[in-house]
């Protein structure tokens, strides 16, 4: 039986005007939690007028404007919570200087943990592409939660997204054991849901940058994020969860996968014109990715 904190926490999502921090947020209020919205200023997006409009219904709900490179503006959104999920996804998408600033970020949020008694824990929302981009890839027969990206390989391929999330992952590790931080990482597969295409448009072509090389290699995978949110509440709610974490619906190895995905994510992509009236392909990769270890948490005990 897995044990869980009853839902009587305060919770802190940053940011969570993000695609993924917002499913979260929803995910908490619905399970009784009091939440902090922590947003930052990315210009007034969708989501973060929704979480407005939220405030004024949801008893539980209180929004904070933070920078993550304003540590006081963190610390300040932290008060009295049990546990923050630090989405850090840029909605702008990811280029050489983003990458700086979500590793500056990250430790800023980490420190602002340290030095928050109430904090129990940290549920840090990374990326499956933290550990499959590197040069022997298509060689590796189980690439899991053991794995990293190289950083070198991402600088040269320029794999903005893959380096932001490898770095800032990285740097967040360090500092939690040095802080004695309690730590759990969720590192999702491409995050496909409602809407995903009007409200996370350019994080998701971040994240496809060098798709073909995935597919081939047999790491293209894609998540909803519904699972995606209720992984990170089972790995709050579950003590005994630990480490990292990879999460992920199904991976993308056959051609009849890969126009699954272009369709799901229209107008994004467009359709090939050779595949608009024949849906069926032959090739099959070989599955690389392992997540053995999610599913032994799913199977501890449902999150909602």
Known sequence: MMNQEKPTSCCCVLDASTYVGFWILKRLL????????????????VIEEKIRDMQATEEGLMVYDVDVLDYQSILISLSNCNAVFCCLDNPEG??????????????????????????????????????????????QKDVDEKCWSDLDFCLKKKLWHALAKTQSEKAAWALAMDRMVNMVSVNPGLIIGPSVAQYNPRPTMSYLKGAAQMYE????????????????????????????YFCFNQ??????????????????????????????????????????????????????
Not at 30 to 45: C, D, L
Not at 111 to 117: I, K, L, Q, V, Y
Not at 267 to 280: C, S, V
Not at 282 to 296: D, I, Q
Request: a negative charge.
């Open 30 to 45: 619905s399970r009784g939690y009091s939440v902090h919205a922590a947003i930052r200023k990315n210009g007034e997006s």
């Open 94 to 139: 990811y280029d050489e200087k983003e990458v700086d600033l979500e590793v500056r970020g990250a430790i800023n949020v980490v420190e602002a943990c340290a030095r928050t008694e109430t904090i129990e824990k940290i549920v840090f929302s990374s990326s499956l592409t933290a550990a499959i981009w590197r040069d022997n890839i298509g060689t």
């Open 217 to 244: 290699n047999g790491v293209l995978a894609y998540v909803d994020v519904e699972f995606v949110a209720d992984v990170h509440i089972r790995a709050f709610e579950d003590t005994s969860a630990c480490g990292r």
């Open 251 to 304: 991976i993308v190895n056959t051609e009849e996968e890969a126009l699954k995905l272009v369709q799901v994510l229209s107008p994004l992509i467009p359709m090939p014109p050779r595949y608009e009236n024949d849906m069926q392909g032959s090739e099959v990769y070989e599955e690389r990715l392992r997540n053995n270890k999610l599913n032994k948490l799913v199977e501890a005990g449902p999150a909602c």
